[in-house]
């Protein structure tokens, strides 16, 4: 009859049909990613690495979608989709199985940043910016950003609270200690470059010469752009880490700046060897050694000497010193503050750096009725030449140069 017609394989599940105990095992890894969840690009990989399963984005992507679990990076068609089949309760797949079409993957116009071709050399350009993101725990937190146009690679990172000048100084520090000096770097116009921002008129807080004179000094050419296309490079980098970046945070146990900016440092290798491009050709060139990268990535400000010998700086007094004795400056003597990047404190007067002693409050202890402690040897301090860079001269032409005045 016509049981004679049927072939012989119907209700038979193929070999090659994943185990619903594998299904299981999926389908329990993806739903134990409580705080953040991964892309399924990147789930395959964890997949991979924690439970020994090798399976296809695609494949994975069934798994999901039977189950109406989305990725985060579902285009706005396909969850349309699932929940269609979520309100209607389907027990069969659709006619029309829920995957990406052709449509689902038009990308929303305000998010194109689109693709043109790369820098020929490593080092010729160097795309920055900050990225405000929940990258662990419940606050916003900022990732300070710096790639390479040419090759793709990360050269800097640096978490801070706030979108800052010392998280870029950071990043840029990590350029110059691992790969040189570049040629040209290319940053967000907003936030924390326009001074204009910040209702300040010390120049101390003018975060835009503060950076741009650092990159005078090394011979970079800093460039500032409103437009996002212009520096899509990092916005695609952005997206990217802000879909990976915090489930590895969260899997490693990182709840600090401190911890989120150690993990960074192995990460970004990590990072650059999947994602990035090597290259041999390179215009990097030598970048000072690090005693002279840390009065280079300074805050400066200028100020006057006080009638106590003494210079105000962020509500502090300093003292210049030189070979450990102090020394005293006539009232109104014109001096350049420099912040250095480890956070000491020297003073150009005149042309020449001087150490600084800060002015304490109250003694540390009293001659009259306490042991004297004993002195602790003090580390030897960088002494910079004659011919340092840091004049107040050239650093007030830098200022009409960029038509800055205080």
Request: proline share 5%.
């Amino acid at each position: 009859g016509k049981e004679a017609f049927r072939h012989g394989n119907r209700n038979r599940k193929p070999k090659h049909a994943i185990p619903d105990e594998i299904k299981e095992r999926i389908l329990k890894k993806y739903l134990s990613y409580e705080t953040y969840k991964p892309n399924v690009l990147h789930f395959c990989e964890l997949l991979a690495e924690e439970e020994g399963i090798k399976l296809s984005d695609t494949t994975v992507r069934k798994i999901l979608y039977k189950k109406n679990i989305l990725s985060p990076k579902s285009h706005r068609k396909t969850k349309k989709r699932v929940r269609k089949q979520a309100k209607l309760n389907l027990n069969q797949p659709l006619d029309n199985p829920i995957l990406p079409t052709a449509k689902d993957f038009l990308e929303d116009p305000k998010k194109v940043h689109p693709s043109r071709p790369r820098k020929k050399f490593a080092g010729e350009l160097i795309q920055m910016d900050a990225s405000p993101h929940a990258w662990f725990g419940p606050e916003t937190t900022n990732l300070h950003l710096a790639i390479d146009d040419a090759s793709g690679n990360i050269l800097g990172a640096y978490f801070d609270k706030q979108e800052t000048l010392n998280a870029y100084y950071h990043v840029l520090e990590q350029i110059l200690a691992n790969h040189g000096i570049p040629l040209q770097m290319k940053t967000d116009k907003r936030t924390v470059f326009t001074y204009q921002a910040s209702n300040s008129k010390k120049m101390e807080d003018d975060t835009y010469t503060q950076f741009g004179y650092a990159c005078h000094q090394l011979g970079i050419l800093l460039e500032t752009t409103s437009i996002p296309q212009a520096k899509g490079r990092v916005e695609r980098l952005n997206q990217t880490l802000q879909s990976r970046l915090p489930i590895e945070l969260e899997r490693n146990n990182i709840h600090t700046l401190e911890e989120a900016n150690t993990f960074l440092l192995s990460y970004i290798q990590t990072f650059n060897e999947q994602f990035g491009n090597k290259t041999k050709l390179s215009v990097f060139e030598e970048a000072p050694n690090p005693s002279e990268r840390n009065l280079i990535l300074a805050r400066l400000a200028e100020r006057v000497v006080d009638s106590g010998h003494h210079i105000r700086f962020q509500n502090r007094y300093y003292m210049p010193v030189e070979q450990g004795k102090e020394v005293y400056f006539i009232r109104k003597t014109k001096a350049l503050v420099l912040k250095a990047f480890d956070g000491d404190i020297y003073l150009n007067i005149a042309d020449k750096i001087y150490h600084t002693k800060e002015l304490l409050d109250h003694e540390l202890y009293s001659k009259n009725f306490e042991q004297e402690p004993e002195q602790k040897k003090e580390r030897r301090k960088y002494i910079p030449p004659q011919t340092h860079p840091w004049k107040l001269t050239s650093f007030k032409q830098y200022l009409h140069k960029n038509k800055k005045d205080y």
